[in-house]
C-alpha cells in the first residue's frame, strides 16, 4: 500500500492530565503506549478520576510533568521538584498543591468515570467557572487498566493539525503522522480501516472528540480559547451517544503490536 504519511512524533502521558514526554521509539501492545496513561489522580470525594477535562477542579494538574522512567513513574512538580508515584508522600503533597484531597492510583477502578463539561460553556464561561457537566465512564474500548479516556491510541496528523493552527501538545496525542501531501480531517476516512504504522497495526475505531483541554494553559503554553473554534465551525462529527461533536484525530484499538519509531511509514488498508 502507499504511505500515507511517517511517524513525526510520539508522545505518552504518564500520569492523566499531566504533561507528557517525547520518545523515539516505544513498545505498543493491546493496552497502548508501554507507560502511556499508566497513573491517575482519584479525587477522594467524588471517586471520579481527575482530568482536566473539568477545569474548575483539575486545570491544575498541567503545569506538572510525568516520566515513565522505566517503569517507575515520576511527577515533576511545577517547581521543578520530583516525587514518584508510589512514594507515600505523594498523594498528600498533591493533595495540597491542587486543594483537593486525592490518592495516586496505577490500577483504573471498575467503571471509572470522569466529569466533562461541554468545551463552549468553559470557551464562554471561563475555565474557573461552574458550568454543567457529563458523567462518562473511560477506558471502554482498551483492554487493561490504563486511565485512557477511551481506546488505546490516539492519531493526528500534521494537515489536521495545521489547519487548527494551535500547537500539538494541547491536544495530547500519542502518534503524529506527518502528511505533507494530506488533507485536513482526512483521519475522518480512516474509522473502520486498518492503520499499519511500522510493525504495529491499528484498528480506527472513532473520531477523537475534544474537550476544554486544547483551550487550557498547558505548562509554558498560554490559555488559547481558539483551539477547539475551528473545530466547533468546521470538524463536528457524530461520536458514539455524545451527538456531533468537533473533533481531531482518531482512536485506534491495536491489532497487532510491535515497536514504533520515529520515520516509519504509515498505510492504510
Not at 505518552?12 to 508501554?34: F, H
Request: proline share 8%.
Amino acid at each position: 500500500m502507499p504511505a500515507i504519511g511517517s511517524v513525526a512524533a510520539l508522545r505518552r502521558y504518564p500520569v492523566k492530565s499531566m504533561l507528557g514526554e517525547d520518545l523515539d521509539q516505544v513498545a505498543v501492545t493491546a493496552s497502548g503506549l508501554d507507560g502511556d496513561r499508566a497513573a491517575a489522580l482519584i479525587d477522594q470525594q467524588t471517586g471520579a478520576v481527575a482530568t482536566a477535562k473539568h477545569p474548575r477542579l483539575w486545570r491544575g494538574l498541567l503545569a506538572f510533568g510525568a516520566q515513565w522512567n522505566g517503569g517507575s513513574p515520576r511527577i515533576t512538580m511545577p517547581d521543578g521538584t520530583r516525587i514518584a508515584v508510589d512514594d507515600h508522600a505523594a498523594g498528600p503533597l498533591l493533595s495540597g498543591l491542587l486543594d483537593r484531597d486525592v490518592r495516586l492510583s496505577t490500577v483504573r477502578p471498575d467503571r471509572a468515570t470522569i466529569a466533562r463539561p461541554d468545551p463552549e460553556d468553559v470557551i464562554e464561561h471561563g475555565d474557573d467557572a461552574d458550568v454543567p457537566y457529563e458523567i462518562l465512564e473511560i477506558g471502554r474500548g482498551t483492554p487493561g487498566r490504563t486511565f485512557v479516556d477511551f481506546a488505546p491510541v490516539h492519531v493526528i496528523t500534521t494537515a489536521s493539525l495545521a489547519r487548527v493552527g494551535a500547537e500539538m501538545a494541547r491536544y495530547r496525542p500519542n502518534v503524529v503522522l506527518d502528511t505533507p501531501d494530506g488533507a485536513a480531517f482526512a483521519e475522518n476516512d480512516w474509522i473502520g480501516r486498518d492503520l499499519v504504522i511500522g510493525p504495529v497495526r491499528l484498528r480506527v475505531i472513532t473520531p477523537t472528540p475534544r474537550c476544554a483541554v486544547p483551550t487550557l494553559a498547558h505548562g509554558d503554553l498560554p490559555r488559547r480559547t481558539d483551539a477547539v473554534r475551528t473545530l466547533l465551525s468546521e470538524n463536528r462529527i457524530p461520536v458514539f451517544d455524545l451527538g456531533a461533536q468537533p473533533c481531531l484525530g482518531v482512536y485506534a484499538e491495536v491489532l497487532v503490536g510491535g515497536t514504533v519509531a520515529l520515520g516509519n511509514r504509515a498505510t492504510l488498508s
